[in-house]
């Protein structure tokens, strides 16, 4: 894992065209904006965690209707 430090305003990117900017840091929050060709997927990892949970339930259930 690569770490770097930017300050509110500041950027890095990641091969040719995404583009990440630190927009605010406030207490332990920081927002982060993304620019990506809009065929880059860009999803919270909580979220995709979460799905992986669910994704065997709902397969299931769906061979149980089938």
């Known amino acids: 894992m690569l770490v770097l430090t930017r300050k509110e305003n500041e950027s890095l990117v990641i091969g040719d065209d995404i583009k990440l900017t630190i927009l605010s840091v406030k207490g332990g929050q920081v927002r982060v904006g993304i ?19 669910i994704k065997p339930v709902i397969q299931n259930k769906d061979k149980a209707h089938a």
């Open 35 to 53: 620019e990506a060709p809009s065929e880059v997927s860009i999803h919270r990892e909580e979220l995709l965690l979460k799905l992986q949970e």
